[in-house]
T-cell receptor
Framework: RKEVEQDPGPFNVPEGATVAFNCTYS??????FFWYRQDCRKEPKLLMS???SGNEDGRFTAQLNRASQYISLLIRDSKLSDSATYLC??????????FGKGTRLHILP | ETGVTQSPTHLIKTRGQQVTLRCSSQ?????VSWYQQALGQGPQFIFQ???????GRGNFPPRFSGLQFPNYSSELNVNALELDDSALYLC???????????FGSGTRLTVV
């Protein structure tokens, strides 16, 4: 099983719709979790941290389920500018940082 | 507050050569990590430095080495370059493992 797995997509979603991504991780000793966004030919940018209690920032909600070892990202009222690749990131306790391969999102006008 | 800066932005090297990439961390950040990103893939963790000591390493051979300096800037050195080393190399800095990372815009390395 890969350390961090994401559905590569692409997800083609009409503007205004709600879209959800999941990411699973294999190491139960993982200590911190993040979602990053990466635009084409640009560097990744931190979108939000992920906690068991959930984390909401405007239209974006992230959730961690430690028992099932997955994290999720929900985007409500999607905008054209949300089109990007979304990367799931897991920090392991031995200070290794593992990125998923990313999920591509296309918001359609 | 300055962000993470990397140099050079682009580089072409010949197989077998050595290369040094540089990174200045964001002000106030004491942790730097390096990543290799091939086209269409997520970034692959190379290693991380905290206060000048390597404190985490991914699955990369010893010919990938690094340094962190007292001002928290960092270098990535790659010896005996191979064609498969062609990729975007990203540096990121953080104030700790629970705070997320700020990335530089990367160095695109082409090995011919």
């Amino acid at each position: 099983r890969k350390e961090v797995e994401q559905d590569p997509g692409p997800f083609n979603v009409p503007e205004g719709a709600t879209v959800a991504f999941n990411c699973t991780y294999s190491n139960s000793a993982s200590q911190s979790f993040f979602w990053y966004r990466q635009d084409c030919r640009k560097e990744p940018k931190l979108l939000m941290s992920v906690y068991s209690s959930g984390n909401e920032d405007g239209r974006f909600t992230a959730q961690l389920n430690r028992a099932s070892q997955y994290i999720s990202l929900l985007i409500r009222d999607s905008k054209l500018s949300d089109s990007a690749t979304y990367l799931c990131v897991v920090n392991l306790r031995d200070d290794k940082i593992i990125f998923g391969k990313g999920t591509r999102l296309h918001i359609l006008p | 507050e300055t962000g993470v800066t990397q140099s050079p932005t682009h580089l072409i090297k010949t197989r077998g050569q050595q290369v040094t990439l540089r990174c200045s961390s964001q002000s106030g950040h004491n942790t730097v990590s390096w990543y290799q990103q091939a086209l269409g893939q997520g970034p692959q963790f190379i290693f991380q430095y905290y206060r000048e000591e390597e404190n985490g390493r991914g699955n990369f051979p010893p010919r990938f080495s690094g340094l962190q300096f007292p001002n928290y800037s960092s270098e990535l050195n790659v010896n005996a370059l191979e064609l498969d080393d062609s990729a975007l190399y990203l540096c990121a800095s953080s104030s700790g493992p629970n705070y997320g990372y700020t990335f530089g815009s990367g160095t695109r390395l082409t090995v011919v």
